[in-house]
Structure formats: C-alpha cells, structure tokens
C-alpha cells in the first residue's frame, strides 16, 4: 500500500474539547509513544491504531471511505491550522524516516515546489512550499510541515498546513498534542510502509440520518460531505504566496 493512497471518502466531523495538556504521573518525554509503554488509554481519544488527546478548541476530522465505512485519514485542527496525523508499519530492524523525507522532498521538487530539512522538536523534518495551480492559472505555494518518527515496528507521520506550517507559536500546541499521541501497533505481520487501520471512535459513529441530533443530545456535531483525504499535494487551511 503507498505511502500516501487517496480513496473516495465523506469526512466527518468531531469536535474534541479540553483534556489535560500533560498528566502528573506522566514522564516529561516528546512525541508519540508506543502502547507498550502506556499502562490505559487514559483519557485519550481511541482511533485504533492512534489514541491521541485533545485540547480546548481543537476539531478532530476523520475522513471515511463510504463504500467500506473505513477511516482513511484524521486530521486535528485548530484555528487556521491542521496537522493530518497517520501511523505506518515499518521494519523491525531499522527505522524509514529518512528515506521516505527524500523521497517526499524529491516528489516536491519534481512537482516545482522546494523542500529543505529542518531540525525541530521530534528530529529532522521537512518544511516545504507545496505548488498547485490557481484558478487564474499563477501558481500557488502552500507550506507544510512534514514531520516522522520511528517507533518499534511503526513510523509516524504528521503534516502541519495553515499557519501552523510557519508560525513556531502556532506549532506548538500541535507538538504538544504529539507528545500525548500513542501507537498501537499490534502483532499481525504487515508490509513495511502498509498503512496501520484507524478507526471511528464510538461517539462519532452516526449515520448522515443522524445529522442535526448531535447537540441535542449534548454529543459530538458532525457534518457528511463528499470530499477526498488530505494528502501531502492537497491544501487545507492555509497562507499561500503567488508568482
């Protein structure tokens, strides 16, 4: 399965309010951590393979495959930012980062956009200036920031667009939400690169004939559209430059 596939999907819409930024008894370490090495869920948000927390203001977005009602991507977003969050099998003896950072950055450079290595929070990473055409035919450029990390057996991946892409004060509450994220692996054999399954969490599973109920309810609110997933080509919010 590539790295980054694109399926026909609706996305749907959670919104995630406030959850503690750090647990006293948790150990001050950065970024995602393995299952192995959390005791329970702990509050967090069960997407299958990703458990992740939320902060004050934050909206998780799940794009699903409706022919398969599969997740194929998730997305946390806050104010004009987003990170698109995934998690990869990977090879236990070595870890993929590195080559995939190039490959990423060759695909950039092909496509006429510019990518260099950056040295932040979690390690190496790749800011970019994404190309697409406008309407008016000039390009456009939309930053992103890719970040990776190897885990025992998974890689994990983040794309940062909007502001958050190149403004630190906006990156920062992304990278805190890393620092919560856990990986959940599991035993079956997988293919390194193969894509490792997300899941609806239960208060987020409901129907487009559920639409509308949700705050009467005192739940989640949701919204279906039809819509692809956000893929390292394709802008969501965003700061562009023209030329």
Partial sequence: MGLFGRKKNAPVEDEVD???????????TRGPRDRSQVPDQEGRVDLGSIWLRGVQGMELRLEVDDERQKVVGAQLVIGDSQMQVQAYAAPKSSGIWDEIRDEIAQNVATNGGTA???EGPLGTELHARMPSRAANGRTVFS?????GVDGPRW????????RAAIDEAAAAPFYGLLDHVVVVRGDAPMAPREVLALTLPKNAARTPSDEG?????????ESHESGEPL??????????ETR
């Avoid at 406030?18 to 001050?28: H, R």
């Avoid at 930053?143 to 970040?147: G, L, Q, T, Y």
């Fill in 213 to 221: 109920s949700a705050d009467d309810e005192g739940g989640p609110s």
């Fill in 143 to 147: 930053p992103a920031r890719f970040v």
């Fill in 116 to 118: 260099e290595e950056v």
């Fill in 231 to 240: 893929s390292p080509f394709e802008r969501g919010p965003e700061i562009t």
């Fill in 18 to 28: 406030s959850t503690p930024a750090i647990a006293e008894d948790e150990p001050v």
């Fill in 155 to 162: 890689f994990f991946r983040a794309v940062l667009s909007g």
